[in-house]
């Protein structure tokens, strides 16, 4: 790959699925070889807890946010045959640190700052951003290169879009090098009209830009989460591995 791939997955409503696919996807690019570094940036730390990284943390990205001096905090989680995956774990105290950036000045370049100081020891970073588009996801468009956008195939969540898509302009004043890489029809469950008509309905709207691959509702992937393991790892979810695996080669073509 490169240089890091800096990608940050966005979508400002809440249960689209941001955090299982940057886990997954994560997990698929390390399969495959790559080095990834993940990030939580929610302080919700869905991702820190889905490797089960919440109990043994002294310090999280908010430290490293708050203090340029405190190096991030690297947990390292899995190793493949030649790639591996680290994560930034994060916890609640980062609600009270985005507050506290506010004052701070360089506000929305604290976490591209830092990801500099690492950048030559990984292929690839994945962001995985709070539901909202505050100075956290800023600070992940700022850092990022590149955009995914999980959504549901769900007419109210088509409007998340369009906001995002917004944003990202926005956030070319500070970052030009951003892009949309794709959008990721997430949690689909095609048994649903609803969701076949949403689904076709983007893809006639947004084309190329959202990824052939699709991720079905499967309780795999919910079980292996809640099991604090990647669904590489948990027995039964071969299906869902074959999604990531082809949605990481996506992504690879794409960035």
């Known amino acids: 790959m490169g240089m890091p791939r800096i990608i940050a997955i966005a979508n400002q409503k809440g249960g689209v699925g941001k955090t299982t696919t940057t886990a997954n996807l994560g997990a698929a690019l390390a399969t495959m070889g790559h080095r990834v570094l993940l990030i939580d940036l929610d302080p919700q730390g869905n991702l820190t807890s889905s490797f089960g990284l919440e109990r043994q943390t002294e310090r999280t990205i908010a430290d490293a946010l708050l203090d340029r001096r405190i190096p991030l905090p690297v947990r390292h989680v899995m190793n493949s045959?030649?790639?591996?995956l680290d994560v930034v774990p994060s916890a609640l105290t980062l609600a009270s640190a985005e507050?506290?950036?506010?004052?701070?000045?360089?506000?929305?370049?604290?976490?591209?700052d830092q990801l500099a100081t690492v950048s030559d020891q990984y292929d690839c970073a994945?962001?995985?951003?709070?539901?909202?588009?505050?100075?956290?996801?800023?600070?992940?468009?700022?850092?990022?290169t590149g955009v995914i956008v999980p959504t549901?195939?769900?007419?109210?969540?088509?409007q998340g879009?369009?906001?995002?898509?917004?944003?990202?302009?926005?956030?070319?004043?500070?970052?030009?090098?951003?892009?949309i890489i794709g959008i990721l029809l997430s949690k689909l469950d095609r048994r649903?009209?609803?969701e076949r008509t949403v689904a076709e309905f983007l893809r006639n709207r947004w084309g190329d830009l959202v990824f052939d691959t699709e991720i079905g509702?499967?309780?795999?992937?919910?079980?292996?989460?809640?099991?604090a393991t990647p669904i590489f790892h948990y027995p039964g979810a071969e299906k869902?591995?074959?999604?990531?695996?082809?949605?990481a080669e996506e992504v690879i073509q794409r960035a």
């Open 240 to 247: 869902a591995v074959e999604a990531y695996l082809r949605l």
């Open 192 to 194: 649903l009209r609803e």
């Open 99 to 112: 507050a506290a950036l506010m004052t701070k000045l360089g506000r929305e370049l604290r976490l591209r």
């Open 81 to 84: 045959s030649s790639g591996s």
């Open 152 to 158: 549901e195939a769900r007419f109210f969540s088509l």
């Open 217 to 227: 509702t499967n309780s795999k992937i919910l079980e292996a989460s809640s099991a």
């Open 126 to 144: 994945l962001i995985d951003t709070p539901p909202s588009l505050g100075l956290l996801t800023v600070n992940a468009m700022v850092a990022a």
């Open 161 to 179: 879009l369009q906001m995002l898509q917004e944003t990202v302009e926005e956030i070319l004043y500070l970052n030009d090098r951003l892009r």
